[in-house]
């Protein structure tokens, strides 16, 4: 649960499905299965579609002419938690998640008062969803992305979905969520929780 000396922790969905709103998505989905647990524990959450924004591609944090992911940057500035979903094609992140990860180096060069790039101290997870293998190179190529430009990655810090091979069932359509992957889901939401905890309580030293 949240510290009664603080506000509650915030975070942030970038759901990373090719899909604009208002058409079902898995990746959605399984958003909002992490997001119940992170309620449980007193947690505000938000997700969006990055589909649905006009967002350009680049490495700054405005590429100008219409580009809308500072609209996007502002919510993941002022989120503690970033989960970022995505559903797997031909093997790999959708190239949504791709963009997101580009538009995200620009953070490297943005720093607080203390010197450290300001995503430092804040906390990652992965979900991703597919009916095709893939989702262990995802998340690592995710974690390394995220860890590099300043996020912290919980224990575990993971939760996805594959169907058997060759299979065509969505995760959305799926009758129930099979124990496993609800496991995984309770459990990253959980360690990301306390990890953004301690970090708000106790951040990482000064880099100058």
């Known amino acids: 649960m949240t510290s009664s000396a603080n506000k509650p922790l915030r975070a942030l969905g970038?759901?990373?499905?090719?899909?604009?709103?208002?058409?079902?998505?898995?990746?959605?989905?399984?958003?909002?299965?992490?997001?119940?647990?992170?309620?449980?524990?007193?947690?505000?959450?938000?997700?969006?579609?990055?589909?649905?924004?006009a967002v350009a591609p680049g490495t700054d944090a405005d590429m100008g002419d219409g580009d809308q992911w500072p609209t996007i940057l502002d919510k993941i500035v002022a989120a503690d938690i970033l989960v970022?979903?995505?559903?797997?094609?031909?093997?790999?992140?959708?190239?949504?998640?791709?963009?997101?990860?580009?538009?995200?180096?620009?953070?490297?060069?943005?720093?607080?008062?203390?010197?450290?790039?300001?995503?430092?101290?804040?906390?990652?997870?992965?979900?991703?969803?597919?009916?095709?293998?893939?989702?262990?190179?995802?998340?690592?190529?995710?974690?390394?992305?995220?860890?590099?430009?300043?996020?912290?990655i919980p224990a575990q810090g993971c939760t996805y979905w594959n169907d058997q091979a060759m299979g065509g069932t969505d995760y959305k359509d799926l009758d129930e969520t099979p124990e496993a992957v609800e496991s995984a889901t309770a459990s990253a939401a959980r360690n990301a929780l306390h990890l953004a905890e301690v970090l708000r309580d106790n951040p990482y030293p000064p880099y100058s």
């Open 84 to 152: 970022v979903s995505t559903p797997t094609w031909v093997g790999h992140m959708s190239s949504v998640a791709q963009r997101v990860l580009e538009r995200l180096d620009a953070e490297l060069s943005e720093t607080d008062d203390a010197g450290r790039p300001r995503q430092v101290g804040k906390v990652a997870l992965a979900t991703v969803v597919g009916n095709e293998d893939g989702a262990h190179k995802i998340v690592a190529d995710l974690f390394q992305a995220l860890n590099d430009i300043g996020y912290t």
């Open 14 to 53: 970038l759901v990373c499905t090719l899909k604009r709103s208002p058409d079902e998505s898995s990746s959605s989905v399984i958003t909002e299965q992490v997001f119940k647990h992170l309620r449980d524990g007193g947690v505000e959450c938000e997700s969006l579609r990055v589909v649905d924004y």
